[in-house]
Structures are given as C-alpha cells and as structure tokens.
C-alpha cells in the first residue's frame, strides 16, 4: 500500500470526500487524489516521490511557479514579525497601491480572505449601490460558492454535474439571472426584460471554470454599454484572469473599465487572499466609510500581502508576460498539432499564461457547446497523461503556465502529452 492511498484512507474518515474542495478528489478522472509531499519551480512530487510536471499551479494562485525565492523570503520576512495582527500593517497598503496603479478600473480596494468572499461582497455592494436586488450570470460561470452564484454554476459544480446545490433557497435563487456566454442579445434582452431591477452584471472576462472560453470580440465592450443604459454595474471576476492574461488584468487587454473588480489567487503568492475594488464614489461606501457592511478578521494579513507584493514585483520585470504569453502559445500549439496527428477532434484557446482545451471540434463559446466535448475522451487522456504531467482533474477547468515553466520544459510537456493523446485516441 502506498503512503498515498493510506493517508487517504485517513483523510475520508475525518474530511468530507477526504478533501477541502471537490474537485481535489479526482473522481471526475477515475483516480485517487495527489496527495503532495513538496512543490517546488513547475515540479510537483507526491508522497510517495513521484514527480509532475504542473499545470495546476494551485488552480492558478502561482504565477512565478511553487517556492518562488522571492516570494518565499518575503513570507519568513513577514512570518518573523508575526503571523497576523487583526490590525493594519505596511504591506497591505503597499499592495493596495499597487493594484491600484495597475488595474485600471480600480481606485480603491479592500482586502478580504477567498475569492468568494471577494465576489459576494462586490454583489452587495452593487445592490445597495443600486438600490435594486436582480443579479445577472452567465451560464457556467463559478465565481465561488455564495448561494447567488450556485445557480447554473461551473467548476466542481460542471465537473459533478450539479445543476445547482442543495442548501440554497428558492427565492434566493430566483435573485440571479441566467443569459449564455458571448451571446449579447440575451443580455440586452434580460436587462430589458427586468428594467430597473438588475444591480449588476456580473462576468468572468475569460471563462475559466468551464474550460478556458475567451470573450468574442466587442462582447465586454457591449456590456459595459448595456450596463450603462440599465443603469446596472458591471463587475468583472478577475479572480482568474487577474495578473494572469495581463499586468493589468483582462480589462486592460479588452480596453473596458468595469464598475468593480474582483481579485484573488495571484495577488497572494500563493497565501489565501481576495480582494474588491473598483470606482471610488462606489467603495466609500463600505464601512466604516460607509454603510455596507463587510469585515474579516484574516483580511489584510500580514504573510499574504508581503507574498503577494513579492509575486507581483517580480511580474513587473520587463518582458515578464511577453515570455509567459509566448511559452504558452507553444504548448498549446504543440497540443493541437498532437490532437491532430492522433486524429481526435480538439480545439484550444489561450491567453497570456491562462489556456485550456476541449475535446470537440469547435468552436467552443459558451457552456452549453463545452457540455458537447468527450468527457470519456479526456477521462482516458488525463489518465495517460497524470504518468508525469498533472493537469486539472476535470474536463471543465482552465490550465496555467507560470514562469518556472521554461522553454526545455514545455517541449517536454508536448513530447509527454502527444504520447498521451495517441494512447488515448487509441482507447
């Protein structure tokens, strides 16, 4: 018996499924979970020594690759102060004005502990900024598990194939709007529909809980117009997207400002954050400059925000995204080529260091056509591939490059995953 399985075996008596988050299981892919020993650059080994190649990255939080010198540094630096004060300390404000000065739409930005977090806070501040209670989404979109967005949902809910979660009440549901991905009519046809009624809209820039999606062109563009004449916000969750496709996030490559921004992963260094931000007249109104409420003990802390400064003073280097963009390209181009050569319908996307695949002949623009992909397909491929690459155990998740992916590396990931698609088109 491997350390592995018994420590897993442990895990199911006093974890729920033996995990903290679903798709942690692997029973999408028919396997046993990774449980991990060390990480270090874009190598992961297990506790039983094998090693991976990752394209996990902690779902995305590690831009610079695991154990980052710099990243690792701040944190002792930080942890020989102390762990956490509940009290406000430099480096939150130096990462503040650093967001700041880097994302475009966000003047001012608060601090909180997850991503999710970061999310149901935006909505309300959105529906006591409007006055009004209607949440738009679109279908597919995960933007954590607040009760308002578990309502057609992607990530662990497309991976398990839960229409919505039960714990969440009807008439709450009935609060959240449902349009598809890049379909813009239905978007101004809702807004019309429920005129004066919808706080905000509220979408991922690039899809990355359903596969990795990207945005058609003028599709942002247009809902920050329709947004404008419905008198509704429009909030992007950059949770993914942010410091991933670009220094200043998704919206500064589509060139819109949305009301407010949600931030996580990267902006940590791998340390649990989230963050809201966005037009000043709307975050002087969360306490105590304001009225709507929203705290955290953890907000801010210490360990994190020094992390995280480290992790984006490093992205700031020259060339930084350029070379990440152009190391991912050849990935996925290597992919298609091998999907290609196996003789299995595929198609990929990417941008800057965010990419993803479907096992379906695209294009592939919204939830609904990515529903149409071989899950049986990617099942045997995953499989193939977890021999020396991980990749997310799920059909229906986006995949990350970090800057410890070198060129050496990433041909190997092709020659490895090439070998993987002609055994699984080999069935």
Not at 150 to 174: I, M, Q, R, Y
Not at 342 to 355: C, D, K, M, R, Y
Request: charged share 20%; aromatic share 8%.
């Amino acid at each position: 018996m491997s350390q592995s399985s018994d420590l897993f075996r442990r895990a199911q008596r006093v974890l729920p499924g033996g995990v903290n988050s679903p798709v942690r299981a692997f029973r999408a892919v028919g396997g046993d979970p990774i449980i991990v020993r060390e990480a270090h650059g874009a190598v992961l080994t297990d506790l039983d020594g094998k090693t991976y190649t990752d394209y996990l990255m902690s779902w995305g939080a590690l831009l610079l690759g695991h154990d980052h010198p710099d990243v690792r540094r701040a944190a002792i630096s930080a942890i020989e102060r102390g762990t956490s004060y509940g009290l406000t300390n430099p480096a939150e404000v130096e990462l503040a004005e650093l967001i700041t000065r880097l994302v475009p739409s966000v003047d001012v930005v608060r601090f909180v502990v997850s991503g999710t977090e970061a999310t149901m806070s935006a909505v309300r501040l959105a529906r006591a900024a409007t006055g009004r209670d209607l949440l738009v989404k679109f279908d597919g979109a995960y933007h954590g598990h607040a009760d308002s967005f578990l309502v057609a949902a992607g990530s662990g809910v497309a991976t398990f194939g839960l229409p919505n979660s039960p714990g969440v009440p009807a008439d709450l549901a009935k609060l959240t709007l449902i349009c598809p991905f890049n379909d813009t009519e239905a978007v101004r046809e809702t807004l019309k529909r429920h005129a004066g009624k919808v706080a905000a809209v509220i979408v991922e820039p690039y899809f990355g809980n359903v596969g990795f999606i990207p945005p058609a062109e003028g599709f942002l563009a247009a809902l920050r117009t329709l947004c404008d004449e419905a008198g509704a916000l429009l909030i992007f969750d950059e949770v993914i997207t942010g410091f991933r496709v670009h220094a200043g996030g998704a919206q500064a490559l589509a060139r819109v400002k949305p009301d407010l921004t949600t931030l996580g992963k990267v902006i940590g260094g791998g340390f649990p954050v989230g963050a809201y931000g966005g037009r000043r007249d709307l975050m002087e109104q969360v306490a105590p400059g304001g009225s709507v409420y929203q705290a955290g003990t953890l907000a801010g802390n210490p360990v994190a925000m020094a992390a995280g400064l480290a992790a984006l003073r490093a992205a700031g280097q020259p060339g930084f995204y350029d070379t990440l963009a152009r190391r991912t390209r050849v990935l996925v181009e290597g992919l298609a080529a091998a999907a290609e050569a196996a003789g299995v319908p595929f198609t990929a996307q990417h941008e800057g260091s965010l990419w993803g695949f479907f096992f379906h002949p695209g294009p592939v623009r919204n939830y609904t056509e990515a529903k149409q992909c071989d899950v049986k397909l990617f099942t045997r491929f995953h499989a193939a591939a977890r021999a020396r690459v991980l990749l997310a155990p799920s059909a229906f998740e986006a995949g990350f490059v970090s800057a410890a992916h070198t060129d050496a590396i990433i041909a190997d990931t092709v020659a490895k995953l090439a070998d993987a698609l002609g055994a699984a088109a080999r069935g």
